[in-house]
């Protein structure tokens, strides 16, 4: 059985329902600039709330109360919360919301208080249940604030059609706070300190109606009365209205420890609440715990440095195949030879464990490099580790001949297994040495490969086409290699029948190729020179194969062809893709935004979002300098788990830095039948690992479940999906999955 939740549409009889949602969401800053937190909204499946709210004010360290507590003072309520997530402290009285920083955490802004209150409302007494607190306004008006991971969800239910149903609705908030406000964008907008620092956004207005159709609003500031205005032009449309924030939020951009090491982010992998962030000019691995919302150096080990007096570049690539293993490369390593002397930047790769050494200690497993007997120089290879990937115990790692350059030679791919040659050795699989067919543009091949199981996706983006022999060659339009384990022999990685690929519709220049990423039965393949119109030269483009598509072995492109809403000549779009579960992430390296050239972006597509396999861009899923804020460019690489999104960054002061983004609503969980995605626009995928009848059931408890829709027949592989409903705010809903 496979269970996921999502909140639901609360069916209300006429007369009419309309519920509104905004988020609330907030950035502190540190003096020398490092972003502690700018969380945005997010589309969240539920709101799981304490069990009471008469627990004690603060949470424990790694369980962040977010329940309101109700005190009486002569005749008014009041009520407090802390957002642990957020580092803010929260009351709700007659006069309104009121937020502060948490008086624990001053050093993290300047002080600041921001009040909100509804105009011609005030004097309400409120009331609270858990997490979220009510102003009954009118009998048919109730407006709410929820206080969440997210931020402060703010919120409004209509239980009758207002008089003016001809005209559009308008709600007005009146905002008292030193902080200024400011409309930087439709729907977005920001308060800023008196040194122009962000600190607080209110944004992001999205509704729909019962049928789950977008009705057009509208978010206002009005800076000499110091309002928030909404407007929804809920004409024509079905009620209940929902309004829903968006999907991902913005969780911190973090400094390196030096200033001084322009590398800081080269490499970032994360699992979980625990990153490692490599730093190879230092020869450092900087270790990451998030904790009540906040990333900050692991206590019990900061950092893990090279074990080897000889290395160059140790962190220039970092994998956490899970929170106890850590792989490491470093491509300079001079590794010591037979006779009594070096060979210089041979590479070597070094796996780590948690708690090798003592608790946490993070201690040196298996260190190991490359030898290849058909190679000259005695089968010595060099810069092992520029590229590593792992899967399923193994681990593909480039390397290129002894002494020759890596941007001009040839490269190869070789296997390493965790228990060939005992225990926790990683020995090297014999007579594996994957390799380009076309060694003319070998040079640029596997600069971009990632393993999956017995599959390894190899990119070559300068490769020439040629579609007949003795036809034209058409240069740099890019290819891509798909490698099968076994193919030829035991053990062996070839490529089966039409395992080599160029995309259907390219043409020069397209770099198809660039970067590729594989999981499940996906494979994400950018081509970030390619040409969209005649104005739009370069914008770049992302490919998407499927396993499924072609069946038995087969990969075949899948008909959408994704790009950027708004693309534009030489973003590069496609430069980096990163695919996990049902989420891709694509990076356009030469993106212009908010008046900086090449600033870079990335983009967040959910696999089901506008139908099944559809791949659709997420609202509010593109992240660059104008809603990250304290930095000036994106950059790679980029990694993705099934919580975080993090990239590399240029920061406003200093060298480098990197940003972290917490998703919530989107991707993949999976289980024994198969893998469930919920999408904020009421769509409920499942796709079956084999083939049966399956049945969609709903609860609110748990406890009582019920049949929703028909049974569907289902194929191994293929997507079911069922139509859920657009979900609301005001109660949660939990589905499961059962095969019949």
């Keep these: 059985m496979n269970f996921t939740s999502a909140p639901s549409v609360k069916k209300i009889p006429k007369p009419l329902f309309v519920s509104m949602f905004l988020v609330i969401t907030f950035v502190y800053v540190l003096n020398h ?7 945005r909204a997010t589309d969240q499946i539920a709101i799981k709330k304490p069990s009471s709210s008469t627990l004690p004010l603060k949470g424990t360290e790694h369980q962040p109360l ?20 957020h580092q803010m402290d929260i009351t709700c009285d007659h006069n309104g919301l009121t937020i502060t920083p948490t008086t624990e955490h001053p050093e993290k802004s300047s002080s600041w208080s921001f009040c909100l209150v509804k105009t011609k409302s005030s004097g309400v007494q409120p009331q609270s249940e858990a997490s979220k607190v009510i102003y009954q306004n009118s009998p048919s008006e109730r407006e709410w604030f929820i206080n969440s991971e997210k931020g402060i969800e703010h919120g409004m239910t209509l239980s009758a059609a207002p008089s003016t149903q001809n005209q559009p609705l308008t709600f007005e908030f009146k905002v008292t706070s030193e902080l200024r406000g400011t409309l930087v964008a439709e729907n977005h907008l920001v308060f800023k300190n008196s040194n122009q620092t962000p600190v607080l956004r209110y944004e992001k207005l999205f509704a729909f109606d019962a049928q789950g159709k977008n009705i057009p609003t509208a978010l206002a500031w009005n800076a000499d009365t110091s309002t928030i205005s909404w407007r929804i032009d809920h004409q024509l449309f079905e009620y209940p209205i929902t309004i829903d924030p968006i999907i991902a939020t913005f969780a911190q951009t973090l400094l390196p420890p030096s200033l001084i090491s322009g590398s800081f982010g080269d490499a970032i992998a994360i699992v979980d609440d625990f990153m490692a962030v490599g730093v190879p000019d230092s020869n450092r691995v900087y270790l990451y715990e998030r904790i009540a919302g906040t990333w900050t150096l692991f206590s019990r080990k900061n950092f893990i440095s090279s074990p080897a007096t000889n290395g160059g570049a140790f962190g220039g690539q970092v994998l956490m195949p899970d929170l ?24 070597a790769i070094f796996v780590f464990g948690r708690n090798v050494g003592g608790d946490n200690s993070w201690g040196l497993i298996k260190q190991f490099t490359v030898t290849d007997p058909q190679l000259p120089s005695g089968g010595l290879a060099d810069r092992l580790g520029t590229v590593i990937s792992f899967s399923n115990d193994r681990i593909a790692a480039v390397a290129i001949r002894d002494s020759d350059s890596y941007d001009t030679s040839n490269k190869f791919i070789y296997i390493f297994e965790k228990d060939r040659g005992g225990l926790n050795q990683w020995g090297q699989v014999p007579g594996v040495r ?31 086409f040629q579609s007949s022999p003795g036809g034209p060659s058409i240069q740099f339009q890019g290819a891509v290699y798909i490698y ?24 020069f220049g397209d770099f198809f190729g660039r970067s590729v990423s594989i999981s499940g039965n996906f494979i994400a393949v950018g081509a970030d020179g390619r040409d969209l119109s005649a104005t739009q030269e370069g914008a770049g483009m992302v490919y998407v194969l499927s396993h499924t598509e072609g069946g038995g072995d087969a990969w075949e492109f899948l008909p959408a062809r994704l790009t950027a809403s708004d693309a534009a000549a030489a973003d590069g779009f496609g430069a980096f893709v990163k695919l996990r579960g049902g989420l891709l992430t694509v990076r356009a390296s030469g993106d212009d935004v908010a008046g900086i050239n090449n600033a870079g972006s990335i983009y967040l597509f959910d696999r089901n979002l ?10 509010g899923g593109k992240f660059s300098v104008d809603n990250v804020t304290g930095i000036t460019k994106v950059k790679s690489p980029i990694d993705l788990s099934d919580n975080h999104l993090a990239f590399a960054t240029i920061p ?9 983004i917490r998703l919530s609503g989107s991707g993949a969980t999976t289980s024994g039948l198969g893998s469930v995605q919920f999408n904020s626009q009421g769509t409920l995928s499942f796709t079956p690992k084999t083939a049966g009848t399956y049945q969609l059931r709903t609860s609110r408890n748990l406890t009582t479940w019920a049949n929703q829709d028909d049974p569907q027949t289902g194929v191994a592989n293929t997507v079911i999906i069922w139509n859920t409903g657009i979900p609301g705010s005001d109660k949660q809903r939990f589905y499961c999955v059962e095969k019949q």
């Design 652 to 660: 406003t002061v200093g060298n480098s830095s990197i940003s972290v």
């Design 434 to 464: 994957v390799r380009s067919l076309d060694f003319s543009s070998g040079f640029n091949y596997a600069t971009t490969f990632e393993i999956s199981g017995d599959t390894l996706v190899v990119g070559s983006p300068r490769e020439s």
């Design 66 to 85: 977010l329940a309101f507590r109700s005190l009486r003072t002569n005749s008014d309520m009041i009520h407090h919360a802390r957002n642990e997530f």
């Design 324 to 347: 106890n293993t850590l792989i490491i490369s470093d491509s300079s390593y001079d590794a010591p030879t037979s006779t009594g002397g070096t060979n210089a930047n041979q590479g």
């Design 610 to 619: 506008g139908g099944g396999n559809a791949w659709g861009e997420v609202v």
């Design 484 to 507: 099968s384990r076994n193919q030829d022999g035991a053990d062996q990685w070839g490529i089966p029948p039409n395992g080599r690929r160029y995309a259907p519709d390219g043409v």
């Design 33 to 39: 600039g490092e972003t502690t937190s700018n969380l």
